[in-house]
């Protein structure tokens, strides 16, 4: 009999994270879910992955997870990144503590994770790494733009680091999602550098809107999960996914086609600024 696929999902104290622990968790597979604060439900035994504590940003608590999880099940088959932070803001106004805690936590806490579990994969000449994304890297959405810096950066470091470890027996596979139904709608951040009277205000406030109200009509997280336990399961995934509603997995194409400048006042319309 297979022994079950061994699996470290980051960012699982919510959102897409969660679900995805909770789904491969509940499907046989051992799953160890990481995050910088403890899901609720895990310590009483509510929940079918184990909860480690692991904060992205850190080598040592990187590390120490990582070897954790090798000393107890012996292997790695699957990372699964869905660690991430989002502030709202003007690109002005964004704060350097922000900034930086963006891109530490959405890329280079990306990099640090891969770094930890890819010695383990070359020597087993076996591994899958599912790095999630964001339609955000794709296009630049207003009033997140570090967020998209970040997302966009985990595009072209995915498509490097797969042509590097293929030859290694490991697959990278990139998921892109659209807006998602999750708890960072009622909870987003916004910057600590933009005040009542900022030049931007109105034009934030309408985008955070559109934003916020997208969201809504999205994807609940747990459709997510469900396309990733397949991309788990698959014999050779494709290297790009982009769960959503139809008109935001059309946008990348779309945006191909049409001259740059008609295409960013289409975008300005959709989140409402003037």
């Known amino acids: 009999m297979q022994e079950p696929k061994v699996i470290l999902v980051t960012g699982a104290s919510s959102g897409i994270g969660r679900a995805c622990a909770r789904l491969l968790g509940a499907g046989g597979m051992r799953v160890y879910g990481a995050a910088r604060t403890e899901p609720r439900d895990v310590s009483a035994g509510g929940e079918p992955f184990t909860y480690l504590p692991m904060d992205v940003r850190d080598d040592r608590s990187v590390g120490d997870c990582v070897t954790r999880v090798l000393r107890e099940a012996g292997r790695i088959d699957v990372l699964l990144n869905c660690a991430g932070i989002v502030v709202g803001g003007p690109a002005e106004e964004m704060l350097a503590d922000e900034i930086r805690d963006q891109l530490e936590t959405n890329l280079v806490g990306i990099v640090r994770t891969c770094a930890a579990v890819l010695p383990g994969m070359r020597e087993r000449r076996s591994g899958r790494i599912i790095n999630v994304g964001s339609l955000a890297g794709l296009m630049g959405v207003p009033f997140q733009s570090i967020y998209s810096a970040s997302k966009y950066a985990i595009e072209g470091y995915s498509e490097a680091l797969q042509v590097e470890v293929r030859g290694f027996g490991i697959t990278v596979v ?32 309408s ?59 289409a975008l300005g319309i959709f989140y409402e600024m003037k």
């Not at 998602?180 to 934030?204: C, D, F, L, V, W």
């Not at 014999?235 to 779309?254: C, D, L």
């Open 174 to 205: 990139l998921v892109d999602p659209g807006d998602i139904r999750t708890e960072i709608t009622q909870h987003r951040k916004q910057s600590g550098g933009t005040t009542a009277q900022s030049p931007y205000r109105g034009n934030m406030e």
């Open 207 to 265: 985008a955070l809107r559109a934003q916020a109200k997208s969201e809504t009509h999205g994807w609940a997280p747990e459709r997510v999960a469900r396309l990733v336990q397949r991309i788990v399961r698959a014999r050779s995934p494709r290297f790009r996914y982009m769960p959503g509603p139809f008109i935001e997995r059309i946008t990348p194409a779309v945006r191909r086609l049409l001259p740059d400048r008609l295409f960013l006042r």
